[in-house]
């Protein structure tokens, strides 16, 4: 049925789907699992830290969702194949993939070495092409569509500087999603990414090397002060544009990149 034949509450129901969430022990990704559960998905939630994980979807199933863990290493082609494998071997299907592990080492472009590079551009971009490849695969072969989400960076439009490989794979995330959304349209593959802003996770609040706890707090404080909105993200923020990209509610929609970000990109 088209979206505009459904009443708002049938095309924010995502109940029978099945949907894969990497990066989902914590943070965003953990966040937008939250979400997907509650509107009716079966969510797979994915990563390295398999405790993380596994209490992650727990903690899912004891709000009367249904959700279980895989763990899997998105920054090779094989985890990400096995990430989409695991949720057909178990659910049989496969509707929505949220491309969300990613990570961010600050380090200053004159001392970035090839290791960091390489670690950041094969979880951020290889991981996610393979996955998404993956998954629209198992979508057509199964003989039904999906949405494809992925997750980006205010940093793909605007560099805060000493993330020059973080910019670059998430410059990379946007135009890939871009590519996929042409190539996968006609599949009834839609393809749309986020773009965060600064957004409260355990992988932000953690202490860089160097700095003091009230160093950090006054930083954070300064720049909530200036952002239009008033405030710093949350997980939450991220996960509720992700339940729209991945419903019916969308499906005039790909190619996108929808920056969720209180305003920081306009200060
Ligand atoms: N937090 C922000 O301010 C912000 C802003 C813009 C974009 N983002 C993007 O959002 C995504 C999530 O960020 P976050 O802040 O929630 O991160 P986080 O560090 O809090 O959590 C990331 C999760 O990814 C998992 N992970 C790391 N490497 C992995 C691998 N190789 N395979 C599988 N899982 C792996 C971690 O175990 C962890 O559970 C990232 O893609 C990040 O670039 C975050």
Same mark, same amino acid.
Not at 129 to 141: I, Y
Not at 194 to 220: K, Y
């Given at each position: 049925?088209?979206?505009?034949?459904?009443?708002?509450?049938?095309?924010?129901?995502?109940?029978?789907?099945?949907?894969?969430?990497?990066g989902?022990?914590?943070?965003?990704?953990?966040?937008?699992?939250?979400r997907?559960?509650?509107?009716?998905?079966?969510?797979?939630?994915?990563?390295?830290?398999?405790?993380?994980?596994?209490?992650?979807?727990?903690?899912?199933e004891?709000?009367?969702?249904?959700?279980?863990?895989?763990?899997a290493?998105?920054?090779?082609?094989?985890? @990400?194949?096995? !990430?989409? *494998?695991? +949720?057909?071997?178990?659910y $049989?299907?496969?509707?929505?993939?949220? %491309?969300? &592990?990613?990570?961010?080492?600050?380090?200053?472009?004159l001392?970035?070495?090839e290791?960091?590079?390489?670690?950041?551009?094969?979880?951020?971009?290889?991981?996610?092409?393979? @996955?998404?490849? !993956?998954? *629209?695969? +198992?979508?057509?072969?199964? $003989?039904?569509?999906?949405?494809?989400? %992925?997750? &980006?960076?205010?940093?793909?439009?605007?560099?805060?500087?000493?993330?020059?490989?973080?910019?670059?794979?998430?410059?990379?995330?946007?135009?890939?999603?871009?590519?996929?959304?042409?190539d996968?349209?006609?599949?009834?593959v839609?393809?749309?990414?986020?773009a965060?802003?600064?957004?409260?996770?355990?992988?932000?609040?953690?202490?860089p090397?160097?700095?003091?706890?009230?160093?950090?707090?006054?930083?954070?404080e300064?720049?909530?002060?200036?952002?239009?909105?008033?405030?710093?993200?949350?997980?939450d923020?991220?996960?509720?544009?992700?339940?729209?990209?991945?419903?019916?509610?969308?499906?005039?929609?790909?190619?996108?990149?929808v920056?969720?970000?209180?305003?920081?990109?306009?200060?």
């Amino acid at each position: 049925m088209a979206a505009r034949d459904m009443t708002l509450a049938q095309m924010y129901d995502l109940s029978g789907k099945v949907a894969v969430v990497t990066g989902a022990a914590k943070g965003i990704g953990q966040g937008i699992a939250n979400r997907l559960a509650e509107a009716g998905a079966t969510v797979l939630l994915v990563d390295i830290d398999a405790e993380g994980a596994q209490a992650s979807a727990g903690a899912i199933e004891e709000r009367g969702g249904t959700a279980s863990s895989a763990v899997a290493d998105l920054s090779t082609a094989d985890g @990400a194949r096995a !990430a989409v *494998a695991t +949720a057909v071997e178990r659910y $049989g299907r496969i509707d929505v993939l949220v %491309n969300n &592990a990613g990570i961010y080492p600050m380090v200053p472009t004159l001392q970035l070495s090839e290791e960091v590079w390489d670690r950041t551009l094969n979880l951020n971009l290889k991981g996610l092409f393979f @996955a998404s490849q !993956a998954a *629209a695969r +198992a979508m057509t072969d199964a $003989g039904h569509g999906g949405s494809i989400i %992925n997750i &980006a960076s205010v940093d793909a439009i605007k560099p805060i500087g000493n993330l020059p490989h973080y910019d670059a794979s998430k410059g990379g995330v946007v135009m890939l999603t871009k590519s996929l959304a042409k190539d996968l349209g006609p599949l009834d593959v839609r393809v749309n990414a986020i773009a965060p802003g600064a957004i409260q996770t355990p992988g932000t609040t953690a202490l860089p090397e160097g700095v003091i706890p009230d160093e950090l707090r006054a930083m954070a404080e300064q720049l909530a002060a200036a952002m239009p909105l008033k405030r710093q993200g949350e997980p939450d923020d991220i996960a509720r544009t992700a339940v729209f990209l991945a419903c019916p509610a969308s499906e005039y929609l790909t190619g996108s990149t929808v920056v969720v970000d209180g305003g920081m990109l306009l200060i």
